[in-house]
């Protein structure tokens, strides 16, 4: 089992910039793709970003593409996001998790979740 601790959030401007962290302990991130999913309040959970073990090809969802950029330190056993242009509508609690599938999107396939960050962009 793969625990999971987010941080890196907190209250930016709108155009500005923040960068989350995904560390992990237990097992090697390597070993699973990696994502990002966030939840607005009264939202259901939608999907971010997510990276294979092997930091190869990755996956953006749509209305971040061209903003947000997902990528991981094996040595460091970390999952980062690179937030910029950040807009109101970022606003949201990230969680990241690992699944053993690839590249997919639905939450329903990532079994380990960390507790989440809290991101607000104030307009």
């Known amino acids: 089992q793969v625990q999971l601790v987010e941080s890196g959030g907190g209250l930016m401007q709108a155009g500005g910039s923040l960068k989350l962290s995904c560390a992990a302990s237990?097992?090697?991130?390597?070993?699973?793709?990696t994502a990002w999913f966030r939840q607005a309040p009264g939202k259901v959970r939608e999907f971010v970003a997510s990276?294979?073990?092997?930091?190869?090809?990755?996956s953006l969802a749509d209305s971040v593409k061209g903003r947000f950029t997902i990528s991981r330190d094996n040595a460091k056993n970390t999952v980062y996001l690179q937030m910029n242009s950040l807009k109101a509508e970022d606003t949201a609690v990230y969680y990241c998790?690992?699944?053993?599938?690839?590249?997919?999107?639905?939450?329903?396939?990532?079994?380990?979740w960390g507790q989440g960050t809290q991101v607000t962009v104030s307009s």
């Open positions: 998790a690992t699944s053993l599938y690839s590249l997919t999107s639905n939450p329903t396939y990532y079994n380990n």
């Open positions: 237990g097992r090697a991130l390597s070993s699973y793709t």
């Open positions: 990276i294979p073990g092997s930091g190869g090809t990755t």
